[in-house]
């Protein structure tokens, strides 16, 4: 049997699954692969209990990439899945992965009532910003006027911003990372997994054939630091280098950039400092509204708070029925009230 302790000793390699990976040269996929692949032993699980779900996109071939369980099921739905799955073996590490068409088109309506009810899995939604699978339509996150093979004169949709969807779903635990930003994608990863209840994390990330340079003002390594805004509980919203070093100010719920003389400047100039706790979710809304090029992009933990597991809540009730009602009999049950028997 093997426990935490023996999970421990894994190494990546024995998270790498035999398949061979079939994605565009410079997928930003890649990159997501390799640090879950390389967070996966950090984490003390065994394999044999932890599970990836799946839906469709490119995003989606995800399980058959990683040497654990995992399922690879219908358009949108992998979800309700996942729910299925945690609310029946508790103890499993259960992650889904989905895409911003996947995810937020025709499984929309799936990813909002598995994020409300809080179970407690790891949703990685990987936003690109188009639908890579079948090749380069318009996606409910494409920007205003994107041109594509379904929009050729330009999409004319207002898009979802994924952070903004999860935290009006009431979301527990909701995120942002980077493909390309390899410590600090597994530092998210971490942090989800830790957290009890549902955690939604979007990962930006490059489709270098039908969406390529989307997100290149922040995956780019020189411009990442002008223009990512990196959320850290207890520290001020600032951003830049020294020498144009800015801040976050909020007035009536209302955000805007002021220029900084130093770090220290912040506290005296009303910089906002971060707080991932905040019970309602109006302040991380807030954050969720900054974009480029007016503002940075928030990257890290925007909201963090504690509430029942929907599973611990499902248990529970189980329990109390079996104690209060025995632990009834299928067949009984079936033929109780009333019945009747179709003859040919």
């Known amino acids: 049997m093997s426990t935490a302790a023996e999970a421990t000793k894994l190494s990546r390699k ?12 410079g997928c930003g996929d890649y990159a997501i692969l390799a640090q879950v692949q390389k967070v996966m032993p950090e984490l003390g699980v065994p394999r044999e209990n932890i599970v990836f779900v799946s839906g469709i996109g490119c995003s989606s071939r995800f399980p058959y990439y990683m040497n654990t369980f995992g399922f690879h099921t219908i358009h949108g739905r992998a979800p309700s899945f996942a729910s299925g799955i945690k609310a029946s073996r508790p103890e499993l590490s259960v992650w889904v992965v989905t895409g911003d068409g996947d995810g937020l088109s025709i499984g929309g309506n799936h990813l909002l009532h598995t994020v409300r009810r809080n179970l407690d899995l790891q949703i990685l939604l990987f936003n690109n910003q188009v639908y890579g699978l079948t090749k380069g339509q318009y996606s409910p996150t494409s920007q205003l006027g994107m041109r594509t093979k379904s929009s050729p004169t330009g999409s004319i949709d207002h898009p979802i ?86 801040g976050i100010v909020m007035t009536g719920g209302v955000a805007s950039v002021i220029k900084l003389e130093d770090q220290e400047d912040a506290a005296e100039r009303g910089v906002v400092i971060h707080n991932q706790s905040h019970e309602s979710p109006a302040y991380a809304s807030v954050l969720a509204t900054l974009k480029l090029p007016e503002f940075p992009l928030p990257t890290g933990v925007f909201r963090q708070v504690d509430r029942p597991c929907y599973e611990d809540m499902l248990t529970a009730q189980v329990d109390e029925a079996i104690e209060r009602k025995g632990v009834g009999n299928l067949r009984d049950l079936l033929h109780s009230g009333d019945t009747w028997r179709v003859e040919v």
């Open 14 to 25: 024995d998270f790498v699954s035999d398949q061979d990976v079939r994605w565009c040269p």
């Open 161 to 246: 911003d994924p952070i903004s969807f999860a935290l009006g779903c009431g979301a527990t635990f909701v995120a942002r990372s980077i493909d390309t930003d390899a410590q600090h994608l597994q530092e998210i990863l971490r942090r989800a997994h830790a957290h009890r209840g549902t955690a939604f994390v979007e990962i930006l990330q490059n489709c270098p054939v039908f969406n390529d340079g989307i997100w290149k003002d922040v995956e780019d390594r020189k411009s990442r630091v002008d223009n990512t805004l990196h959320l850290e509980h207890g520290e001020p919203l600032t951003f830049g280098v020294p020498g144009r070093r800015r």
